[in-house]
């Protein structure tokens, strides 16, 4: 199975994800230098660029699970868990499962991030590994930021 949830790091937002054979979906970044995503020096992270805006987010969201599925980093018949992000809830998201034969599930929407098993693992050990690496060598621009989610995420 794979978990997926989104969280804010130096003022990125960041999903995470994770497969059911152990290994880790790439981490998907938005940030907002249009330069830094054309010209992405980074092969596993997925950059996106911020835009705001009725259902901007789910077109990042589709785009980013298209990009792994055509990497491989997810195939049909596996198992996705989500948290209920609307991105993640819209028909459009929906049918793309539907579509690559992958299967999901949402979190319960009572459960909160007390009981998302993402964010008391994996997701936990993330936000701790960037903290401690933000602390001892602070990021100076945007790719600094970047390249340190990716090490702290990579981590784990």
Known sequence: PGIASGSSYGGKKVTVGLVGDGSVLPPFVAVTSKQLVENNPFDDVKLFQWVSGKGAYTEMVLNYLNWCYDKGYLTKGELVFLDRHPSHTCEKTKKWFEEHEINYELFPASGGSLLNPND???????????????????????????DLIRKAYYQV
């Open 120 to 146: 008391n693992s994996f997701n936990a050990m993330f936000k701790e590994d960037f903290k401690k690496l933000n602390t001892t060598s602070p990021a100076a621009n945007e790719k600094e930021q970047v």
